[in-house]
């Protein structure tokens, strides 16, 4: 930027970036895949996956702000020639990624949570009547899973605007899901005899009950 007599332009900056975003972003669908996902999820390896979708948020939000102490020298330096570019024209596709990143990160950390739900036994009185409760709605949760596996792109493709509608269904089903569990959670909890059999049906409920439609149904 410097000293280049040809490439130091705001227009000519302006493409590289760009086409710096684009080569990042087809690495990461290389790195991980909508179908390896789901493919994780079956193998109930869903951890990895969060995993790694973790990495492919770090490593594009590292290149920002990589970027910006650049510019920020740039300026410093070259205060006759500084970056006069908007944030937009540079990071549009990017950012719309790493919302989708955050997004499958959503969705494949929910999985993680739902999870639990296949396993918990609840006891008390009324403990036979509320598992089945619990269970019903793992089953219809695994139903909801399903049908999004059925999508005809892959989740990491960015430019796939279908993927907004579709999970925001799968959000919507979900919070109706979690206000049923509160639901059965606080007639479990209710239901419980001492404090030893209420701190098992919690612990049994962990990584849920962080849920915010869970929590406050519980509160």
Not at 173 to 199: A, H, M, N, P, Q
Request: aromatic letters at 10%; proline letters at 1%; charged letters at 25%.
């Amino acid at each position: 930027w410097k000293n280049s007599k040809h490439y130091n332009t705001g227009a000519r900056l302006v493409v590289l970036m760009r086409e710096i975003c684009n080569s990042l972003i087809a690495q990461a669908t290389k790195y991980v895949s909508g179908s390896q996902i789901f493919a994780m999820i079956e193998s109930e390896e869903a951890h990895q996956a969060v995993t790694m979708l973790k990495t492919t948020l770090h490593v594009c939000g590292t290149f920002k702000s990589t970027y910006f102490d650049y510019k920020a020298t740039a300026n410093a330096e070259c205060p006759a020639n500084t970056w006069k570019i908007q944030n937009n024209a540079l990071f549009m596709r990017l950012d719309g990624f790493l919302e989708r990143c955050h997004d499958i990160l959503d969705l494949t950390q929910t999985i993680v949570q739902f999870s639990k739900l296949a396993k918990i036994e609840v006891g008390g009185t009324k403990g036979k009547t509320i598992s089945e409760g619990i269970h019903q709605i793992f089953t219809e949760f695994e139903a909801v899973v399903a049908q999004f596996q059925q999508m005809d792109y892959d989740l990491m493709d960015v430019d796939a605007e279908a993927f907004d509608i579709d999970f925001g269904h799968f959000k919507d089903k979900v919070e109706e899901l979690e206000k049923r569990i509160g639901s059965l959670l606080t007639e479990s909890f209710e239901d419980s005899s001492d404090f030893i059999s209420r701190y098992k049906l919690l612990d049994s409920f962990y990584g849920l009950l962080e849920r915010p439609t869970i929590e406050n149904e519980l509160e």
